[in-house]
């Protein structure tokens, strides 16, 4: 980027436009005396700039403000009219700097707290499917639906809920969704045709460093034991 920028004397009434690659450093060099041109009356406000992709546009619009009365009367009504929002004192450098900061963490900070949000309810959505998918099965193989026993599984990312294996072809097999980077342990899970009993299973659900367990006790019994 390039940098047209319009400066004030703190203590003389003298102004001064340039241009620069750099306007952190060059507005340093005009403070400590290093440009002949504005030793004399330096310290320097910043109190206007303006941003260009090409170093060619810079100087063209520098070269207007410099020899164009009209352009730069209205940079200067421009800063009047700006410094008076700030009751009379421009911004420097370090201000302008540590405002945007301070802008930044807060911008960070929503982010974090977006993310965080975003997945507690990804968490809660997909204990809340292993619930419901193991559930189904269980009411499925309790009510002698089908032929064979039930149970729930996981293939290609899904929940499935089956009837004999997880292999199965029936059309009674049932998808349900599972949010992208979920780990599920200690499946599959199947009940018997009737009684709707299992084996006791301790099924953990993870997410974004966090985990929960879904007890499956043999009495048919279905619950998360840390909610």
């Known amino acids: 980027m390039y940098y047209v920028y319009f400066l004030k004397s703190k203590k003389y009434n ?36 303006e941003a260009y992709q090409s170093e060619k546009d ?4 520098e070269s207007r403000l410099k020899h164009h009365g009209n352009a730069i009367k209205e940079v200067k009504k421009r800063t009047q009219d700006s410094t008076k929002m700030v009751l009379g004192r421009a911004f420097t450098i370090i201000e302008l700097l540590v405002a945007m900061g301070v802008m930044t963490i807060i911008a960070i900070g929503a982010i ?10 990804i968490f809660k959505q997909a204990k809340e499917n292993v619930l419901l998918a193991i559930e189904k099965a269980r009411n499925r193989a309790a009510t ?9 599984c996981i293939k290609d990312g899904n929940l499935i809920i089956y009837e004999e ?22 499946l599959p899970v199947t009940f018997q ?9 301790d099924i953990q659900v993870g997410y974004g460093g ?18």
């Open 144 to 152: 002698g639906f089908g032929s064979h026993g039930h149970g729930v």
């Open 165 to 186: 294996n997880c292999d199965s072809t029936y059309t009674s097999n049932a998808r349900v969704y599972l949010p992208a980077s979920v780990t599920i342990l200690n």
């Open 58 to 61: 810079a100087r063209e619009r």
């Open 112 to 121: 974090s707290a977006w993310k965080e949000n975003r997945n507690k309810v």
């Open 193 to 201: 045709r009737i009684t709707g009993e299992s084996a006791d299973k």
């Open 14 to 49: 003298e102004s001064y436009v340039g241009s620069t690659d750099d306007l952190r450093r060059r507005f340093s060099e005009h403070n400590k005396g290093k440009q002949q041109s504005t030793k004399r009356y330096k310290p320097w406000s910043l109190v206007y700039y």
């Open 210 to 227: 966090k985990t929960s367990t879904i007890k499956v006790k043999s009495d048919g019994a279905i619950y998360e034991a840390n909610p």
